[in-house]
C-alpha cells in the first residue's frame, strides 16, 4: 500500500464512524419522538375514556327516577342492582333532587310506623342532614326547608307564617338531593308507605 493509501485510510474510517454516529444519534430523536407520539395518543384516549369508567353519581342516577322536584319511588334494593349506593334493602325509598338557585325547598311528608328517616345530600352524595322518626320530635310529621345562607337573610326580613315550626337546613350546596326510606316490614304496611311517599311533597317555597 503507498504512503498515500495509508495516510487516507484513517480519514476514510473517520468519516464514516462520524456518519455512522450521526445515523444513531438520528435513529435516537426518532425513536423518541415515536415515543412522545405515542405517549400522546394513548394519554388522549385514557382522558377520553375515563368518564365511561367513572361511575355516574348518586346525584345523576336519581335523574333517572323522575323529574327534579319531586318525590320518584326507587326501585326496590336487589343485590348487583341498587339504584343508589349504600341503600338498605330493608327500607323502601323515595327522592328527589333539587336546585336552591331556582329558591328555598320545602319538604313535607307524613310517613308511617315504625321506623323512617330522612336525609339531605350535596350533588357530590355528602350528607348535609339527616333525621328519623324519633329524633324529629314531631311523631310521623316532616316538614323542613332547606335554603342558602343568602336566602334565609332575605326571609326573615319578611318570613312566611308558619316558619318557627319548620326545620331548616341552611346549606351553601345549591344542588342535591332528599331521600326519605320507611322501613318495609309487611305487605299491609308496604302499601301506606308508597302512598305516603307519593303524598310528600318536594317543592319551591
Not at 487516507?8 to 435516537?28: E, K, N, S, Y
Not at 394513548?42 to 345523576?60: F, K, M, N, R, T
Not at 316538614?143 to 351553601?172: F, K, Y
Request: charged share 20%.
Amino acid at each position: 500500500m503507498s504512503v498515500r493509501a495509508r495516510s487516507a485510510a484513517p480519514g476514510l474510517r473517520a468519516r464514516l464512524r462520524d456518519a455512522f454516529d450521526g445515523m444513531v444519534v438520528v435513529r435516537v430523536l426518532l425513536l423518541v419522538l415515536a415515543g412522545l407520539f405515542l405517549g400522546g395518543i394513548i394519554h388522549i384516549a385514557i382522558v377520553l375514556g375515563v368518564p365511561g369508567q367513572v361511575p355516574e353519581s348518586a346525584y345523576a342516577r336519581v335523574a333517572a327516577f323522575g323529574p327534579d322536584g319531586v318525590f320518584n319511588r326507587l326501585p326496590d334494593v336487589e343485590a348487583g342492582a341498587e339504584p343508589l349506593p349504600m341503600l338498605d334493602p330493608m327500607m323502601l325509598h323515595a327522592a328527589c333532587r333539587y336546585d336552591l338557585n331556582e329558591g328555598p325547598l320545602k319538604i313535607e311528608a307524613a310517613l308511617p310506623p315504625p321506623f323512617w328517616s330522612f336525609a339531605l345530600f350535596d350533588a357530590g352524595g355528602r350528607a348535609i342532614y339527616s333525621l328519623n322518626d324519633r329524633t324529629s320530635g314531631a311523631g310521623g310529621r316532616l316538614e323542613v326547608l332547606v335554603i342558602t345562607t343568602e336566602q334565609l337573610s332575605v326571609l326573615r326580613e319578611n318570613p312566611p307564617e308558619g316558619l318557627e315550626d319548620l326545620i331548616v337546613i341552611e346549606t351553601d350546596a345549591t344542588h342535591g338531593y332528599a331521600l326519605l326510606r320507611a322501613f318495609d316490614g309487611e305487605p299491609l304496611l308496604r302499601e301506606r308507605i308508597e302512598t305516603a311517599m307519593a303524598q310528600a311533597s318536594c317543592r319551591g317555597l
